[in-house]
């Protein structure tokens, strides 16, 4: 694509009186409405740190935007040297707010225009080409686009979306086409399907795919259970990496084996006192086995802050590990009420913990 241009020639496009900002509107996703966190794949030029793009960018936070998402250790210092010895992408992760049909980041970045700068070195040098300079004009309501001053401020509209995508909540992930890559190649990499990328972004031609462009690529989440009451209700957290929540004081991350979040309570890292976070007698994220064939599980649900008292959720949650075909299905995750915190739950827990030992032991009549 454009992007190979030699410099000079790009310039001399953008002299040309009337011609229409290269690639315009290339990277707008669709978003039916709603507000999300959607993550973007960023390549960081050589010898910047994390500090700077987080700054770029204007992320909220360290942890949560960048090291959570790329599953970094929660003390890796802003000071890391980029790109990743490990990966030349970076995810970051943004939030999303959708309106006529389109979802962009939310108010933010804001970037100040410095001396030099062209809106096309903004949009494709500095953005990396996740926007356009037509739609930096246009976010800005800029009448002429080819007149920025040094020192204005300027929205940057990224892409993103908060759509479900085949009645699946997923996190979408504005990724940029490396050379020589493909449809089949990008949709094995984030396992989805060639199908829904090409449904998703409008590609008529598997084969046409440039270099630089912008796909819209929906990843599988781990969103189950959490309750609909929570404050965190919308929470996905992709395959491979981690969320904080509740505060900063609940970890989540997500596995490709079960696609359930497993969240553990964290420690020392939450600006607020963390209350307990207990399902009876067993810890978030606690797991216990009290037969070869059932775990039980101290899930998370969600986190409230009614009338300013501040509650994890939880659910105890009891799985069957065995092979239950020809029996009846036990392997749906049974659990009681969200018990709140302090509360007289242990003899809920213990109650509920015995109906189940009750359960299989009727199931596995000659294990008991
Ligand atoms: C960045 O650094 C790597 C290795 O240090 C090098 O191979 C690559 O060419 C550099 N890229 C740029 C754009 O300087
Ligand atoms: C956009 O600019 C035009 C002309 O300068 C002005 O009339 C209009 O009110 C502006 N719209 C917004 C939303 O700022
Ligand atoms: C889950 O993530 C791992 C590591 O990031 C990756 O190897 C695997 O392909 C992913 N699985 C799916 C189904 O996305
Ligand atoms: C239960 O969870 C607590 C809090 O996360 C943790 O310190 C403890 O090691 C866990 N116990 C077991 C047996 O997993
Ligand atoms: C809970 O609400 C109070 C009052 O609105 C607020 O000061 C506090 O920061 C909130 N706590 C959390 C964890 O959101
Ligand atoms: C479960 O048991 C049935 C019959 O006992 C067997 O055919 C099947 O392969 C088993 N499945 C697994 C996953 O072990
Ligand atoms: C706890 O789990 C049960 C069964 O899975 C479910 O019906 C209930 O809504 C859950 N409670 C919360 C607060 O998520």
Redesign the pocket.
């Known amino acids: 694509m454009t992007s190979s241009l030699h410099p000079l020639l790009l310039q001399l496009l953008l002299l040309l009186p009337l011609s229409p900002p290269p690639s315009a509107s290339a990277a707008r996703f669709a978003c039916g409405g709603g507000t999300c966190q959607s993550l973007l794949g960023y390549a960081p030029p050589n010898a910047t740190t994390l500090a700077e793009v987080k700054s770029l960018f204007q992320l909220r936070s360290l942890r949560g935007s960048l090291l959570a998402p790329n599953s970094l250790p929660l003390s890796t210092p802003s000071s890391l040297p980029l790109p990743l010895p490990a990966a030349s992408l970076l995810r970051l992760r943004l939030p999303c707010s959708c309106s006529r049909g389109v979802g962009a980041s939310f108010r933010r970045p804001l970037y100040m225009v410095k001396a030099g700068d062209t809106l096309d070195a903004i949009a494709r040098g500095t953005f990396a080409g996740f926007v356009t300079s037509g739609e930096i004009a246009a976010a800005n309501n800029l009448s002429d686009p080819n007149r920025v001053a040094v020192g204005q401020q300027l929205y940057v509209p990224l892409p993103c979306s908060c759509d479900a995508v085949g009645g699946e909540e997923v996190v979408h992930y504005a990724h940029a086409v490396a050379a020589g890559s493909s449809v089949a190649r990008i949709a094995a990499e984030f396992g989805t399907t060639e199908e829904t990328l090409m449904r998703l972004n409008g590609i008529k031609d598997p084969n046409g795919l440039q270099a630089g462009q912008i796909l819209d690529v929906p990843l599988r989440a781990c969103s189950s259970?959490?309750?609909?009451?929570?404050i965190d209700r919308n929470l996905r957290v992709p395959n491979g990496s981690y969320i904080l929540t509740a505060n900063n004081c609940v970890l989540c991350s997500c596995s490709s084996s079960s696609w359930q979040l497993d969240c553990h309570p964290t420690q020392g890292i939450s600006s607020s006192t963390c209350p307990a976070a207990m399902c009876g007698n067993m810890y978030l994220g606690n797991t216990s086995s009290s037969s070869p064939c059932e775990r039980a599980t101290c899930?998370y649900?969600?986190y409230t802050n009614k009338t300013s008292s501040f509650a994890i959720?939880?659910?105890?949650?009891i799985q069957s590990l065995c092979n239950t075909s020809g029996a009846p299905p036990l392997s749906?995750?049974?659990?009681?009420?969200?018990l709140r915190l302090g509360l007289q739950g242990v003899k809920l827990t213990e109650l509920l913990i015995f109906f189940h030992i009750a359960l299989l032991c009727l199931a596995f009549l000659s294990r008991c």
């Not at 959720?313 to 949650?317: A, Q, S, W």
């Not at 749906?332 to 969200?338: E, K, M, N, Y």
Request: glycine share 10%.
């Open positions: 259970s959490i309750s609909s009451t929570s899930a649900t969600g959720l939880t659910n105890l949650t749906q995750p049974t659990s009681g009420a969200a």
